[in-house]
C-alpha cells in the first residue's frame, strides 16, 4: 500500500463521554450512544441503544411500546451536530446547534426496545453557519427512517 493510499484512512469515533462534550443534550433528551466512522464533517454513523427503560415507552404505546418517529429524525439530527462541532475542533467552543427544517421525512418500521438503531448521516451541503445532512436509520441492516434536515450553528452568545 502506498502513501498516498487513502483505503486505510483512520475513521474517527465518538464514544458517549465525547457525545457529552460535544453536544448540550442530556437525558432523557440524548439521542445516541455513541458515533463510529466520522468522515471529518461529511458522514458518520451514529449508534442508538433502544431500551425500554426509556420514558417516552410509558406512554408510546402501553402495551405496544415504539420509538416515536420524532425522537429518531431527532437522534439524526444529534449524530450530525455532534460530527459537524467535532469536525470544527477548536472553532466548535462556544458554539450551538438549532434545528431549522425537516423534509422527506419517511419511517419504514416500527423501532422498538432491544433495537439497535444505526444512524447514517452524510452532508448535503454547508453554506455559512447552515448545514444540511440526509439521514438514515437501519436496524439489522433494514433502513426504518429517513430525512433530509438542516441546523444553525452559532455562538451561544447570539442564543
Known amino acids: ?8 484512512e483512520k475513521l ?8 457529552m462534550e460535544l453536544l448540550p443534550h442530556r437525558y432523557p433528551m440524548l439521542m445516541i450512544d455513541g458515533i463510529k466512522e466520522m468522515r471529518g464533517t461529511e458522514s458518520a ?5 433502544v431500551t425500554f427503560n426509556e420514558p417516552h415507552f410509558q406512554g408510546h404505546f402501553p402495551g405496544l411500546p415504539v420509538m416515536p ?8 439530527a444529534q449524530t450530525a451536530g455532534a460530527v459537524v462541532l467535532n469536525g470544527l475542533g477548536q472553532g466548535a467552543e462556544n458554539k450551538v446547534v438549532y434545528f431549522m427544517s425537516i423534509d422527506k421525512a419517511k419511517f419504514r418500521k416500527p423501532v422498538v426496545p432491544g ?3 444505526h444512524i447514517h448521516v452524510s452532508k ?3 453554506r455559512g453557519p ?8 437501519r436496524v439489522d441492516g433494514a433502513v ?16
Open 115 to 117: 433495537d439497535v438503531l
Open 124 to 126: 448535503l451541503q454547508n
Open 144 to 159: 426504518v427512517a429517513e430525512a433530509d434536515f438542516s441546523a444553525m450553528i452559532i455562538d451561544q452568545a447570539q442564543a
Open 130 to 137: 447552515v448545514w444540511k445532512f440526509s439521514g438514515l436509520a
Open 69 to 76: 418517529g420524532v425522537l429518531i429524525v431527532e437522534a439524526m
Open 45 to 49: 454513523i451514529g449508534i442508538k441503544n
Open 12 to 19: 474517527e469515533e465518538a464514544d458517549i463521554k465525547r457525545v
Open 1 to 8: 500500500m502506498s502513501e498516498t493510499d487513502t483505503s486505510s
